[in-house]
Structures are given as C-alpha cells and as structure tokens.
C-alpha cells in the first residue's frame, strides 16, 4: 500500500511561484521514479517534470527553465518549485510514483489526489 501527501497549491499571480511537495510512504516498495502531471479543464492530464531515483529528470518543454524538481530520496519526498507562473499553468497538480514492490520483478503507479494550482490576477 502506498500514500501520497501533496501539499502547495494554491492561488498565485502571474509572475509568482509556488512549491508543490509530495511524500510518499508505503512498507516494502522500491520507489523508482516520482513526479509531477497536470490536467487542466478539458485537457488531458500531461507530464510537468519526472524524476528517478537515480536523479534523472525528465521536463515538460513549456516548463524548461521556469520549474525545477527535486527529491530527498531519504524522505520520500519529491518537489516542484514553479516560479514565473502563468494563467495557462492554472490546473490541478497530481504527485505520481513509480514503485516496485519488493519480491516482486514490474513496477506499478500511483497517483494522487491532486492539488489545485490558479495562477489569475
């Protein structure tokens, strides 16, 4: 079983920036990867920004440059620092992770519940 905790969104001006955080926790499981997907009203839920536990990353283009993800591997715990935020970024924010169970040789996913991020003047 694995839990998730998202917390940080919020209502933001253009311009501004916010820190999404999400901490998982769960007994024997290997996580693998976590990461950030949004979906924005009539839209399909799309990937922000990814991160293994080896440190590698993987970015939305429209994100390059303005959102930054990082992890403490020891918390379980992944973060997105959104700064120069824009209207079209408003959407909900959903934590996702990538977990092997241990014994176990496929990994599965899991998502969260999701955050609500508006960025409006």
């Known amino acids: 079983q694995v839990q998730l905790v998202e917390s940080g969104g919020g209502l933001v001006q253009p311009g501004g920036s916010l820190r999404l955080s999400c901490a998982a926790s769960?007994?024997?499981?290997?996580?693998?990867?976590m990461g950030w997907y949004r979906q924005a009203p009539g839209k399909q839920r799309e990937l922000v920004a990814k991160?293994?536990?080896?440190?590698?990353?993987a970015y939305a283009d429209s994100e390059k440059g303005r959102f930054t993800i990082s992890r403490d591997n020891a918390k379980n715990t992944v973060y997105l620092q959104m700064n120069s935020l824009k209207p079209e970024d408003t959407a909900v924010y959903y934590c996702?992770?990538?977990?092997?169970?241990?014994?176990?040789?496929?990994?599965?996913?899991?998502w969260g519940q999701g955050t609500q991020v508006t960025v409006s003047s």
């Open positions: 996702n992770v990538d977990f092997r169970p241990v014994g176990l040789t496929f990994d599965y996913t899991y």
């Open positions: 769960g007994s024997s499981i290997s996580i693998k990867a």
């Open positions: 991160m293994t536990s080896e440190g590698s990353t």
